[in-house]
T-cell receptor
Framework: DSGVTQTPKHLITATGQRVTLRCSPRSGDLSVYWYQQSLDQGLQFLIQYYNGEERAKGNILERFSAQQFPDLHSELNLSSLELGDSALYFC???????????FGEGSRLTVL | GENVGLHLPTLSVQEGDNSIINCAYSNSASDYFIWYKQESGKGPQFIIDIRSNMDKRQGQRVTVLLNKTVKHLSLQIAATQPGDSAVYFCADSGTYKYIFGTGTRLKVLA
């Protein structure tokens, strides 16, 4: 158990809909990262937050947004969903935004 | 720009043999590298890391080698076991982003 909690574990929705994925980092970790992993693909970096502020941005679509709240949990919002958005979405956390990343078990999104 | 890639998508190794998984990176400013193991249906798990001021680092049955001259690192797994079957990723964290490569699937043959 990495200490990173992601909910929901599985989510099935339809095209055009909007979903929110939630991540609770390890206790004491200030930085949260979001990654997308499509079937048999690598981990595509989406966005990183550090202590509530956006620190780095990757190839995140404009339909996607995220935030980190004062209690350090983070949410990834995916809107106007398309079939191609079906993927595993991982959250990871680290203490200072460097060093080892601890990953959650992921949220599997299926868009029908 | 930053790029971390792997030479081979799939590696098949006989149980008991040593495995070597390779990774190339392009950002010469990278100063920290991590190897992760991802088992089917699970999140990536940390294996070992290395900073750019080191050439080699050893863990339990694993060794990471870093060659900054050619921007290459490798993960060596000694006496490969069935439980080592997974996808292995390297990542570069020189710019906060922790860019991951595509991954190498390691298959351990009985």
């Amino acid at each position: 158990d990495s200490g990173v909690t992601q909910t929901p574990k599985h989510l099935i929705t339809a095209t055009g809909q909007r979903v929110t994925l939630r991540c609770s980092p390890r206790s004491g970790d200030l930085s949260v990262y979001w990654y997308q992993q499509s079937l048999d693909q690598g981990l595509q970096f989406l966005i990183q937050y550090y202590n509530g502020e956006e620190r780095a941005k990757g190839n995140i679509l404009e339909r996607f947004s995220a935030q980190q709240f004062p209690d350090l949990h983070s949410e990834l919002n995916l809107s106007s969903l398309e079939l191609g958005d079906s993927a595993l979405y991982f959250c990871a956390s680290s203490f200072r935004g460097s060093g080892e990343l601890f990953f959650g078990e992921g949220s599997r999104l299926t868009v029908l | 720009g930053e790029n971390v890639g792997l030479h081979l998508p799939t590696l098949s190794v006989q149980e008991g043999d040593n495995s070597i998984i390779n990774c190339a990176y392009s950002n010469s400013a990278s100063d920290y590298f991590i190897w992760y193991k991802q088992e089917s249906g699970k999140g990536p798990q940390f294996i070992i890391d290395i900073r750019s001021n080191m050439d080699k680092r050893q863990g339990q049955r694993v060794t990471v080698l870093l060659n900054k001259t050619v921007k290459h690192l490798s993960l060596q797994i000694a006496a490969t076991q069935p439980g080592d079957s997974a996808v292995y990723f390297c990542a570069d964290s020189g710019t906060y982003k922790y860019i991951f490569g595509t991954g190498t699937r390691l298959k351990v043959l009985a």
